[in-house]
């Protein structure tokens, strides 16, 4: 809920904030500062490239009671007190964001509700000094990792190890065409990931496994193309990263009818996109993927 309002509030790129000061820190021969036990969860970036500190709080609320908003975002201003003096560049603000979740048979007046404070930054003292793409490496560095190449993840944090080729499938949603990871569909199925299954797959006169015969839901998790040659193009030429000239694109929620099936999940503003695809009985038109190689 923390990075839906982060992305709400136009901060489309998120990493974690402590691995990322600690990595810095270490080569930088800073210290954890002396006043701190606990660092913010999230650093996150706008379009405009400014940079915010998150803190996150909350949880469900005990039925017929009020949330402990002040409490929690006090705790979040303490968690975040004085961070942003230690990171160069400096976030232009931080965030404490409070979810209270409630109950469906919460009888209570109040809804569910997501509270935040902003304060301003203080000024910096010894800072421990980013790169300008720190944020974005770490956003897509995620998102590779969710999509299963986390060697690939691993170059783009740490720019050490040789590129490697992948092939991905192509999604066409709401005009745009996403290189997706396909995750899993159900127990002891082979993997979904390659050209070859598919291939033979369209030609399968009948789906002869039970929980096929009323069409399958597939996982999928995936990056716009543009973001893969941008990454792919980072991955090459670490020092020279391409993903600066990426700009946040309007986030989407679908479903979004395909050939040969439909689309449920969403599109973030940063390019990257999770759901699932609903594939219906064989028989009907079934999707021809196309396919990419890219090297990460």
């Known amino acids: 809920m923390a990075l839906l309002l982060l992305e709400d509030n136009g901060y489309a790129y998120v990493?974690?904030?402590?691995?990322?000061?600690?990595?810095?820190?270490?080569?930088?021969?800073k210290q954890w500062p002396a006043d701190k036990t606990k660092a913010p969860d999230f650093i996150?970036?706008?379009?405009?490239?400014?940079?915010?500190?998150?803190?996150?709080?909350?949880?469900?609320?005990?039925?017929?009671?009020?949330?402990?908003?002040?409490?929690?975002?006090?705790?979040?201003?303490?968690?975040?007190?004085?961070?942003?003096?230690?990171?160069?560049?400096?976030?232009?603000?931080?965030?404490?964001?409070?979810?209270?979740?409630?109950?469906?048979?919460?009888?209570?007046?109040?809804?569910?509700?997501?509270?935040?404070?902003?304060?301003?930054?203080?000024?910096?003292?010894?800072?421990?000094?980013?790169?300008?793409?720190?944020?974005?490496?770490?956003?897509?560095?995620?998102?590779?990792?969710?999509?299963g190449l986390d060697n690939a993840a691993a170059r783009l944090r740490e720019g050490d190890g040789e590129p490697r080729r992948y092939e991905f499938p192509l999604l066409s949603v709401g005009g745009h065409q996403y290189a997706v990871s396909i995750a899993s569909v159900a127990p002891r199925y082979p993997d979904l990931s390659s050209r070859e299954f598919w291939d033979e797959f369209r030609d399968w006169r009948f789906w002869p496994f039970p929980w096929f015969r009323n069409g399958i839901d597939i996982e999928l998790v995936g990056l716009d193309l543009k973001v893969l040659r941008a990454l792919s193009s980072t991955a090459q030429t670490v020092g020279a990263s391409e993903l600066m000239a990426l700009e946040p694109s309007e986030r989407r929620d679908t479903p979004a009818d395909l050939d040969g099936g439909t689309f449920y999940g969403s599109v973030f503003s940063d390019g990257s996109l999770m759901g699932?695809?609903?594939?219906?009985?064989?028989?009907e038109p079934f999707p021809d993927f196309e396919w990419i190689e890219v090297e990460l």
């Not at 990493?15 to 021969?29: L, P, S, V």
């Not at 699932?276 to 028989?283: A, N, S, T």
Request: charged content about 30%; overall charge neutral; aromatic content about 8%.
């Open 276 to 283: 699932e695809l609903r594939l219906r009985r064989p028989g």
């Open 44 to 147: 996150a970036e706008n379009a405009l490239q400014e940079w915010v500190l998150a803190e996150s709080k909350g949880g469900f609320t005990t039925p017929g009671r009020k949330p402990p908003i002040k409490g929690a975002l006090r705790e979040g201003l303490t968690q975040l007190d004085g961070w942003d003096k230690h990171i160069n560049p400096q976030p232009i603000k931080s965030f404490a964001i409070g979810t209270f979740l409630r109950e469906t048979g919460d009888t209570s007046g109040e809804t569910s509700l997501i509270a935040f404070v902003d304060p301003e930054p203080e000024v910096p003292e010894n800072p421990v000094e980013f790169p300008r793409d720190t944020v974005r490496r770490a956003n897509y560095a995620s998102w590779l990792s969710l999509m």
């Open 15 to 29: 990493g974690r904030f402590e691995t990322e000061w600690k990595k810095r820190a270490a080569t930088q021969n």
